[in-house]
Structures are given as C-alpha cells and as structure tokens.
C-alpha cells in the first residue's frame, strides 16, 4: 500500500515528528553534530550541558545567551510538512500530532491537536510568582529575563535535560498512539528520549517512517521512506 492509498483510507491517523521537521523551516538542530560543534567552540560546553536543568540555575546568563542565539527563531515559517499535516486535521484525517519540537510551528500552519512533549518556546514564566511572558520579551531582555512584577527569573516552558516529560502530554500522546490507524514518523532518528518507547504503545499494521537517513527502526516500519518529510507529504496531500 502506497503512503496516500494508507492516508485516502483513514481517518485516525497520527504523526510523531522529530528535529527534521523544523530543519526543513531553516531551524537548525542544536544535537547535530554542527551543532554539538558549534556549542562545544563556544561556550566549552555541550549543548545537552547547557540545557540542563541544573545548569539553568546555577548559570541563568550563559543558559540565556546560548538559548537567545540557537534555539529561538521567531522568524521561521511552516513549511510543506507542516502545511500538509494542519490540512489532513482539517479533513478529519489527522486526530493528533505528537511533536519533540517546541518552535510552535506546527499550530501556525494551522494544527490544532498538537501535543509538544518537549514544551515550547511560546510560554515563558516566573519561577517565583508564575506570570506569563511571551518570546518577545525573552528576546528583548538583556541577559537573563526577569519578572516585571517580582524581579524573579522567567524561566522558558521548555523540558530541559534533567526535566520529566509532563504526564498529562505523555499520557495523551500515548492514547493517541495507541488508538491510531495509521502513525507516521517523520523528521526523527530516534535516537531522542523518549520518542523510540513511544513506537512501542503503536499496534496497528500500517507504521510510516519518513527519515531522510537510516533510524534504528527501519525494518520495523510498514513503509520506509528515506526523503525529506516536505517533500513526501507535501507530494501526497497536494494532489
Ligand atoms: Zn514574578
């Protein structure tokens, strides 16, 4: 069975997406081994060291200067992935996207039912009082951005290393899973916690996996694309 034969025929179907689905809007990927590179020149540090949590509190301003500059892109666009996902929800196709990203991308193609497992970029808060704060203020902040009304630290709502996943998203994603008919991952290796467990909660007999390299999964998939993640369900929606 072709990929759009699998998606014509559904109408429970869900996506798990990975970094390459945000690489392909021009955001690069901080666990690449560019971005490992990059990190590790400038700062002596991984970048898995930096976003840690016991990193952020001990060193808030070496935490921020590296977060403003790699991992915040305010600019980015959806692109044919996410456009084609936003459009399949919108056909009764699509129940849920379970993402590792936190760029927001996906809503502003237009998804509604997006559960980001990693947090996002968008909500920021006080870690002392918990007033809200969007991106922008983030960005604008010099060093570390601190709480207009208690001066406390506005930390990203975003799982840092040492951070659990929160329950509520893990156990939605799981029963989205769980109940789907067709899951297509894409944009991923699966080599990031805690995507691979995930696959395991999945029992249907149509498993997608569009990576443009090899993953530790390819022989469990139905159907293996090794393309961009744009470009194959760009090709697929559009016609
Ligand atoms: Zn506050």
Redesign the pocket.
């Known amino acids: 069975m072709t990929l759009k034969e699998m998606i014509e025929q559904s109408d429970n179907i869900v996506f798990f997406g990975g970094a390459g689905v945000s690489t392909e809007s021009g955001i690069p990927d901080f666990r690449s081994e560019t971005g490992i590179y990059n990190t590790i020149k400038r700062y002596q540090r991984s970048p898995e060291e930096i976003l840690s949590h016991s990193f952020f509190m001990a060193h808030p301003d070496i935490f921020y200067d590296f977060y403003k500059s790699t991992m915040l892109y305010l600019d980015a666009k959806p692109n044919k992935a996410h456009l084609a996902l936003a459009k399949l929800e919108a056909m009764g196709k699509l129940k849920a996207i379970v993402t590792q990203n936190i760029d927001g991308l996906h809503q502003l193609a237009g998804s509604k039912r997006v559960y980001e497992l990693h947090g996002t970029v968008h909500r920021n808060y006080?870690?002392?009082?918990?007033?809200a704060y969007d991106t922008e203020y983030i960005l604008k902040a010099e060093g570390v951005p601190r709480?207009?009304?208690?001066?406390?630290i506005?930390k990203p709502d975003v799982v840092l290393y040492e951070e659990g996943l929160n329950e509520m998203t893990i156990t939605a994603s799981l029963n989205a899973i769980r109940k789907a008919d067709v899951l297509i991952i894409g944009g991923t290796s699966l080599n990031v916690y805690p995507a691979a467990g995930f696959i395991q909660y999945y029992s249907g007999n149509k498993l997608v996996l569009i990576n443009k390299s090899e993953t530790p999964y390819d022989r469990k998939a139905d159907l293996l694309v090794h393309d961009s993640i744009g470009d194959v369900l760009g090709a697929v929606v559009d016609d």
């Open positions: 006080c870690m002392r009082c918990h007033e709480c207009e009304k208690c001066g406390g506005v």
